[in-house]
Nanobody, 126 residues
């Protein structure tokens, strides 16, 4: 069992940046995959980026390439999501997820992820 807790969301003006963090309460096995998704009201959960926990291989959705960056903070034992040049359409609840299945890195459907955080809200104002 892996318990994930997101933080770092908030209200930000368009053009600004945010860094979201996902902390795991338990040790994450080296072969796990972690990822960030988001979900806006009335929309499906959308994949943004995934990263293998130890080797650091990453995959980004086409939408996330360029403005989003997933990384691991070894000191804090977190997986972070840096979002730059925020737009109002980035407003959503952002979720961290973890999977014991390596396939989740390249087939990042929500069903491939067993563990989820509660989400952190990001609101971008004009």
């Amino acid at each position: 069992q892996v318990h994930l807790v997101e933080s770092g969301g908030g209200l930000v003006q368009a053009g600004g940046s945010l860094r979201l963090s996902c902390a795991a309460k338990e040790r994450i096995d080296s072969d796990y995959v972690t990822a960030w998704f988001r979900q806006a009201p009335g929309k499906e959960r959308e994949f943004l980026a995934s990263r293998t926990w130890s080797s650091g291989s990453t995959v980004y959705s086409d939408h996330a390439k360029g403005r989003f960056a997933i990384s691991r903070d070894n000191a804090k034992n977190t997986v972070d999501l840096q979002i730059n040049a925020l737009k109002p359409e980035d407003t959503a609840n952002y979720y961290c997820a973890a999977s014991s299945k390596l396939i989740a890195l390249v087939v990042p459907t929500p069903l491939n992820y067993e563990y989820w955080g509660q989400g952190t809200q990001v609101t971008v104002s004009t």
